[in-house]
């Protein structure tokens, strides 16, 4: 069993937008810092957007600024990540991270040196990015 799951990935043209969903069915994700990770082969994993739990603050690596969005709603329990004007280069398996890392730097929570250090994992969510 997964401790948190991701959906909304799927085959899309250039250009077009999709949203990905992160919930938990075991716990509350608003007491949690939420990440974004991406596996693409051939590029080195990298945190794609991150939100620290204290504050609120969220961070987008550089290929996602002015892109993608992160966003929650509380009542649903679930974290969202909107993705607008898709590039081929987007393409990859996303993954949603969650723990409750004390900072609210969320730069720092989109490093991979937290790569070992969340404890909830979704099974993966894969974007293709296409024409």
């Known amino acids: 069993q997964l401790e948190v799951v991701e959906s909304g990935g799927d085959l899309v043209q250039p250009g077009g937008s999709l949203r990905l969903a992160c919930t938990a069915p075991?716990?509350?994700?608003?007491?949690?810092?939420i990440a974004w990770f991406r596996r693409s082969p051939g590029k080195e994993r990298e945190g794609v957007a991150c939100?620290?739990?204290?504050?609120?603050?969220?961070y987008y690596h550089v290929s996602a600024q002015g892109r993608f969005t992160l966003s929650s709603n509380i009542g649903k329990n679930t974290v969202y990540l909107q993705m607008n004007n898709l590039k081929p280069e987007d393409t990859g398996d996303y993954y949603c991270a969650a723990d409750s890392f004390p900072t609210s730097d969320a730069q720092d929570l989109c490093q991979l040196h937290h790569w070992d250090g969340y404890n909830y994992w979704g099974q993966g969510t894969h974007v293709t990015v296409s024409s």
């Open positions: 939100m620290a739990n204290h504050d609120g603050s969220t």
């Open positions: 075991g716990f509350l994700l608003d007491d949690y810092a």
